[in-house]
Structure formats: C-alpha cells, structure tokens
C-alpha cells in the first residue's frame, strides 16, 4: 500500500507514502523494514501539514504516530 519515506524518532513518527487504497483511524497495518522485521500496530492517529486526518488517499503523504521505532523505505501494509 504504501513505503515509509523518513522516521522522525524523537517524536515517534513515520512520514508514509500511500501507493495505493485507502487508510484510516483504526485500521490495522504492518510494517515491514528490508531485514524482513515487521512490527503490526493499528493506526491512532494521522496527520498532513500538522492537521489530524481521519483518512488517507492514495497519493497522499502523511505522518503516522508509531508505538515502535521503524526504519526509511519499510513497506506499510493493510492487515
């Protein structure tokens, strides 16, 4: 669905890149780094711009809060 494209860790957050579908406030995804790691969580919040969103088009790049530290260029997908 999508790639992580940089991690911010002192605030705990993920920019992604959404390739395709849709994501919103509490689905549940997976991330998944190059080492083959993955870390599943569900999704608590969501940000453009600094402005909370409630869904995420294809197209769109957005911060998403993560509960664990995650590495650039992991894959993010819909479980």
């Given at each position: 669905?999508?790639?992580i494209?940089?991690?911010y860790?002192?605030?705990?957050?993920?920019?992604?890149?959404l390739?395709?579908?849709?994501?919103?406030v509490?689905?549940?995804?997976?991330?998944?780094?190059?080492a083959?790691?993955?870390?599943?969580?569900?999704?608590?919040?969501?940000?453009?711009?600094?402005?909370?969103i409630?869904?995420?088009?294809?197209?769109?790049e957005?911060?998403?809060?993560?509960?664990?530290?995650?590495?650039?260029?992991s894959?993010?997908?819909?479980?």
């Open positions: 669905m999508g790639k494209t940089h991690y860790d002192k605030i705990q957050v993920a920019v992604v890149k390739v395709s579908g849709d994501l919103k509490g689905d549940k995804v997976k991330l998944t780094d190059s083959g790691e993955d870390v599943e969580q569900e999704i608590k919040s969501m940000q453009i711009e600094h402005a909370k409630e869904i995420a088009k294809k197209g769109d957005f911060g998403l809060k993560v509960d664990t530290p995650v590495k650039a260029k894959d993010v997908v819909k479980v």
